[in-house]
């Protein structure tokens, strides 16, 4: 089994010696994320993400089934992801690799863990039919920060879905096309974004925000935390890696919540706008 | 998710007569099992975790070796009869995967791994009984069982929940208090009081946080002279052993002998 | 579900910071007693910081941080001249040049054999570094590369020596001594390393007729007592025999005498004693004194009383 080749001792060195100046090798500050480009798809729900030369796309269908027995009032909300060779040639298929792990797990937590939905409201009759909602994340390239652009592909997936409009007779359920009533968006709780810190062993180098692949790669520990415009945490991920101190680890939550902002403001005006282009008829 | 049972009642006391800032009872048994270099088991109230360490070895799969360093690999394994509703899961569970990497990464940094290159050190852990706090447990458990197979650290690990209720922070919690509160599991290394892991999967108010972190540091100190004491208890006792003190095998009620190390410290 | 009422007043302090601790345990008074250490010995543990840096060189079991000297593993603080070292109590092996150790082949490889040594790593024993049978010296050529099995195959014990290191810190094997060789007629015991004291020759013979290797690898070798003139191995020595794997016609008693032996050193590990030929001497004795039946001696009571008797005899 063949490991990726790692970077060798001079583009470590150059690496970490722009670092221990705030330099970065792509020009950004320390704590400057990349912008996120999102491209909307013909439907709704499809929303390819990009960070830089990170791309993931997420697509978003719903159908209606019966609920489990558990719980008769709750939607369904599924989340498939997968790394593929085709992102990187770290990644090969086989066995799911600790990345791997990390990032489904990381997904599940920040989309559907943290109640970003509103489950109850996915429920069209109550042990009957509910919305099963299907999240398939294709991760297209990795260069760096996979995690942070799959959360994000995911979340603005669930923002830009919207599902039919149903109407229940008695037992019967309606369902209205698109075309002759307009679809509906997803009552959702709260929108959390996922970032991601990296430390260097040195510990005079200053963390950054949105590593790139060699950042990564280089790097001695990550600290991922998701969180949403209201300052609510939703997930604090630090496993492993070199240790910090408690105000390290405060002091990333601090940036994160100004980040948070910034990004929502970007995703919502981004939605609107695509949302302004498409076409819906009504009748 | 509403709760049934008052998670901190007027009084202060929690679901299970404990106040907001105390432990559940810590039991550590480092008696050595089988054929591993290193054991122990331990329990926080009713959670109980096993592990054994095997190691530094050869290298089961030549393929993953470090020319530079020892190969850490974590397995974990959930017997069905651990929780209340009996239910096997297979070794291929994202969530006891997620469970292992978990433990590795923790561990990774803190054993110092370049002193073995090309072995590998396979930790084995086995949860008997869950009641809430199962990876502070577990990463506990794997410290004692590293340190008593012999392998350098730079350090102890110490881990433990802390959760939320309204306002006021909780520390270990059992499952109850799990399903019901936001809470993050935090280990810390005992001799520079920074953090290794910090885990949180619910939502949680940005200010709470560092109380939270703070609290879980102080208990770490805590659950550290615990283990120390266990840890040299043992030592001290394999010392004695050694040198063949006259009054060998009449102390401690019994056998003093390596395979009945049972040390029950109330916290 | 739980009620409040029956519980004990709060106590003052804070029921966290308060930990309370039992200390009336027998063990604890024991250990309290202990705490000038008589027998001079440090315990410490990973974390705890031992010294400065300047005046002291950090040697196994520590690191250095901040200029300091840190405790890396769990066990006693020993200290020569300016080398501060810890030694953890339970480890697996670590090889010096020299040990005498007992192994089992793991692999055949090419001019090589892998040898499982309780080490941290598989030794290596060269095809160069083996007696050829009947002693012939010569360079190892190819058809003996091709008939290494019949040498060593995989599961064979032998007894070897460090001969070096490799750069990894794998060990080098040797079997180039008459001593030295494949294992037959008896049984293996794995205890812990430390327990296996320095001697000056490693070969024991019982005089039940028992012969022992101690490997200082925590592995030993009970088997039936080989005859003087084999083992010197002058004329009348069986070239053929060195690498045989079958075993000797072995009577009853000779059995009974390895089982006790092993039984013996399972219980004297199990309780931490150190081995030594007077020790193994001593308790054998005893053993033979109580009359038991041989699977008796793993008993704990019999195993505590064969304890107690030897530690009275020192």
Redesign the interface.
């Known amino acids: 089994m063949p490991r990726p080749p790692s970077p060798s001792i001079p583009e470590k060195e150059f690496l970490f010696n722009s670092l221990k100046e705030s330099l970065r090798l792509d020009g950004r500050q320390s704590l400057e994320m990349r912008d996120p480009v999102f491209t909307f798809g013909p439907d709704l729900g499809w929303v390819e993400c990009a960070l830089g030369k990170t791309r993931v796309l997420a697509q978003l269908d719903g159908k209606m089934v019966k609920p489990t027995p558990e719980r008769p009032l709750e939607g369904i909300i599924t989340i498939n992801s997968e790394i593929s060779p085709m992102a990187s040639s770290d990644y090969e298929p086989g066995r799911p690799s600790d990345e791997e792990v990390t990032m489904t797990r990381m997904l599940d937590k920040v989309l559907r863990r943290s109640d970003a939905i509103d489950k109850e409201s996915l429920c069209i009759l109550a042990g009957q039919r509910v919305w099963h909602l299907r999240l398939t994340i294709h991760c297209l390239a990795d260069a760096g920060n996979l995690l942070d652009c799959a959360c994000l592909a995911g979340i603005v997936a669930f923002r830009h879905y919207r599902r039919p409009e149903v109407e229940v007779v008695g037992e019967e359920v309606i369902i209205h096309h698109p075309s002759e009533r307009a679809p509906v968006p997803l009552s959702m709780h709260h929108t959390p974004f996922c970032f991601t810190f990296a430390y260097f062993p040195d510990p005079n180098t200053p963390p950054i925000l949105d590593p790139s692949h060699l950042e990564q790669r280089l790097s001695a520990g990550l600290i991922s935390i998701a969180l949403n415009a209201q300052k609510e945490l939703c997930v604090i991920q630090k496993a492993g890696g070199v240790p910090l101190s408690q105000e390290q680890v405060l002091g990333a939550i601090d940036i994160a919540v100004g980040k948070a902002v910034e990004l929502d403001r970007i995703v919502t005006q981004r939605l609107e706008e695509d949302w302004k282009g498409r076409k819906v008829e009504i009748r | 998710m509403s709760s ?2 008052e998670i901190l ?1 007027d ?3 929690r ?9 559940r009872d810590i039991t550590i048994d480092l008696s ?1 099992r089988g ?1 591993a ?2 054991s122990a088991m331990i329990t926080h109230g009713l959670t109980e975790v096993m592990v054994d360490v095997f ?4 290298a089961k799969l030549r ?2 070796t470090l ?1 530079d360093r ?1 190969l850490l690999t974590v397995e974990v394994g959930i017997v069905p009869f651990s929780t209340g509703e009996r239910r096997k899961r297979n070794r291929g569970d ?2 006891i ?2 469970l292992a ?2 433990i ?6 803190i054993v ?1 791994t370049n002193l ?4 590998e050190i396979s930790i084995f852990v086995s949860v008997l009984q869950q009641d809430g706090g199962l990876l502070p447990a577990s990463i506990n458990a794997t410290t004692l069982a590293l ?10 690990v110490t881990a433990i929940t802390c959760g939320v209720h309204s306002t006021a922070p909780l ?1 270990d919690l059992t499952t109850l208090e799990e399903n019901d509160l936001p809470h ?1 599991t935090v280990a810390s ?19 709470r ?2 109380e939270c ?2 609290i879980a ?3 770490g100190k ?1 659950l550290h ?1 615990e283990m ?1 004491r266990a ?3 043992r ?12 009054r ?12 009945d190390m049972d040390e ?4 | 579900m739980i009620t409040f009422a029956s519980f004990p007043a709060p106590p003052e302090f804070d029921a966290y910071l308060g930990t309370k601790h039992y200390e009336d345990n027998d063990m604890e008074v024991d250990l309290n007693e202990d705490d000038y250490e008589p027998s001079g010995r440090k315990l410490t543990s990973p974390g705890e910081v031992l010294t400065s840096s300047h005046a002291f060189m950090r040697g196994h079991g520590t690191f250095v941080e901040n200029e300091e000297v840190i405790a890396s593993v769990t066990g006693t603080i020993e200290r020569v001249n300016k080398l501060i070292s810890v030694r953890a109590i339970r480890t697996r092996y670590n090889a010096e040049v020299g040990d005498l150790v007992v192994g089992r082949i793991t692999e055949v490889q090419p001019r090589r054999w892998k040898v499982d040594a309780n080490s941290r790593q598989d030794a290596v024993l060269m095809l160069s570094s083996v007696n050829l049978p009947g002693g012939v010296q010569r360079r190892k050529v190819e058809s003996d590369e091709l008939q290494m099995r019949t040498f060593f195959e995989e599961g064979d014990l032998l007894v070897a020596e460090v001969q070096a290191f490799f750069a990894d810190g794998a060990m080098s094997l040797h079997t180039r001594s008459l001593k030295y060789g494949k294992l037959r007629n008896g049984q293996l015991v794995s205890i812990p390393p430390v327990l296996i004291r320095r001697l000056k020759s490693h070969f024991l013979s019982l005089p039940c007729g028992v012969d022992l290797i101690l490997g200082l690898n925590g592995y030993i070798w009970i088997s039936k007592l080989t005859k003087a003139n084999e083992q010197e191995g002058e004329e009348g020595f069986d070239a053929e025999a060195v690498y045989s794997s079958r075993n000797d016609d072995i009577n009853e008693a000779t059995r009974a005498a390895v089982s006790r032996v092993t039984n013996i050193i399972r219980v004297l590990a199990a309780h931490f004693v150190p081995l030594t030929d007077t020790v193994l001497l001593d308790a054998y004795e005893w053993v033979i004194e109580q009359e038991g039946d041989i699977k008796d001696i793993l008993s704990p009571e019999v195993g505590e009383a064969l304890v107690t008797a030897i530690s009275a005899q020192r």
């Open positions: 049934r049972v009642n009084g202060g006391y679901s299970d007569g404990r106040r907001q800032y105390e432990l050595p054929t270099d290193g190691g530094p070895r050869e393929g993953q020319h020892a994202k969530r995967l997620e990497a978990t590795k990464q923790t561990f990774e940094p110092q073995y290159p090309r072995s340190l008593t197979a012999g392998i350098p650290m730079t350090d102890y520390l993050l290394l005992p001799r520079t009081f920074k953090v290794t892991l910090v885990a949180m999967e619910t939502r949680l108010h940005v200010e946080v560092s972190m703070k540091g102080e208990a805590v002279q120390k840890v040299e208890a030592t001290k006792r394999l010392v004695q052993a050694m040198d063949m003190a006259p060998i095998g009449g102390v401690g009620g019994g056998v003093d002998r390596d395979v029950d410290n109330q916290t």
